[in-house]
């Protein structure tokens, strides 16, 4: 028996596991201490009790010989993907309900896409971002290569026409840095893709925070598109399901390459997966109802608020700071160039403040923190005081 070397190529502490490891640390020799914990990348609102009342209705048909449920379709149920095709009209974007596939989250479909397709791809990452998708590349066998976010651009890398990739992992809002991009951008990675016969995975996990009306929420605003995108999208963040697991995956059926993407995806979902629960299903389906909509913006509004506050708080500190205005997420630049991990440490044992490095996400975070604002408003308060006046 062998083992997949590749998957020995991977640091042995994720980030989010390094994090909580230092936390435990700190709380554990100071007992007394409060944590202000602003590292969460979990939510902390409940979920909204119209989305609650659906799950017990569902549950109580399962009681019911004439009402249960038994296997769904690999796919999703058709009203829950009629459901997700019709979030989209709404925003004026044509996606047919068979090209939804439903999940039980994006990460795990952000790892499983990768059953799809030959090794001997070329992987381009934008740095910093969500490590998920570099270390699923590397498990797999590929090679990755980065297109640079930074200060002068924004954190928004763009294409380069003297690089070749094959595969294209971009995510906007971006986790980490709450950079959003422009119509105009996602034009040129679209067009980049199809110069090159590339693949887009579009990560859009995080569009319902989106404010600015100029801004795309899916990268099927852009013509074109259909032809070279994939885009995959969750429940965790817009309506607060971290707890209960939803996400869905658009495949169009015009992705055309050496075979039908839409194809080989059904057929792997056949085979490697029975469809997420009914109860969970009749829950996400009630999230895009007027009513489930008005309930989960308000939450959304909540965590907005919060981002508000702590960029409010950097700003008065004359703190340089991205992400907030479009996004959970507040990526801030470490005074006077300090290491990422160093400042993490500062931050936790001189304000009880913990951050994620921003190093975690990519080399191109190093001398960066990210401030997730998923906390509660109480937390949120606290930190800001504490951050204005460093």
């Not at 950079?179 to 016969?197: D, H, T």
């Not at 697991?245 to 050496?258: D, F, H, I, S």
């Not at 075979?259 to 469809?275: C, E, I, P, V």
């Amino acid at each position: 028996m062998k083992v997949n070397h590749h998957a020995l190529e991977l640091e042995q502490n994720y980030l989010f596991s390094e994090v909580a490891k230092r936390i435990r640390t700190f709380c554990a020799a100071n007992p007394t201490r409060e944590l202000l914990k602003l590292s969460i990348g979990d939510v902390t609102r409940p979920l909204a009790k119209v989305i609650t009342d659906e799950m017990k209705a569902a549950a109580e048909e399962m009681s019911h010989a004439e009402t249960f449920h038994g296997y769904g379709a690999e796919q999703g149920e058709p009203f829950l993907r009629e459901a997700i095709a019709g979030y989209y009209q709404k925003r004026g974007i044509t996606v047919d309900a068979a090209d939804v596939f439903v999940s039980d989250g994006a990460k795990c479909d952000l790892g499983n896409l990768c059953d799809l397709f030959d090794a001997d791809n070329t992987i381009l990452l934008p740095n910093p971002v969500y490590p998920v998708y570099y270390d699923t590349s590397i498990m797999s066998g590929r090679r990755v290569i980065f297109a640079a976010g930074s200060k002068g651009n924004g954190f928004l890398p763009m294409p380069d026409d003297s690089v070749h990739a094959d595969i294209i992992y971009l995510c906007s809002p971006n986790n980490p840095t709450g950079a959003v991009y422009s119509r105009e951008q996602l034009r040129e990675w679209v067009a980049y893709a199809q110069k090159n016969g590339a693949l887009i995975l579009f990560d859009a996990a995080y569009e319902a925070y989106i404010r600015d009306p100029a801004l795309p929420h899916s990268i099927f605003e852009i013509d074109g598109a259909e032809t070279c995108a994939i885009e995959i999208n969750s429940l965790s963040k817009t309506a607060g399901f971290t707890g209960v697991r939803c996400g869905w995956t658009v495949v169009p059926r015009t992705l055309q390459y050496e075979a039908s993407l839409h194809d080989m995806w059904f057929r792997r979902m056949a085979t490697k997966y029975n469809g997420n629960s009914y109860i969970i299903q009749r829950a996400a389906a009630k999230v895009f109802t007027e009513e489930g909509l008005a309930a989960v913006h308000k939450d959304i509004d909540y965590y907005m608020e919060n981002a508000r506050i702590i960029k409010a708080a950097l700003t008065k500190a004359g703190i340089h700071s991205v992400g907030g205005e479009n996004a959970p997420y507040v990526w801030m630049q470490c005074p006077d160039h300090a290491d990422s991990w160093d400042y993490f440490d500062h931050l936790l044992h001189a304000c009880g403040i913990a951050g994620t490095p921003g190093v975690g996400f990519g080399t191109a975070g190093q001398g960066w923190l990210r401030f997730s604002s998923f906390g509660t408003r109480e937390t949120v308060t606290k930190a800001a005081e504490y951050l204005s006046a460093l």
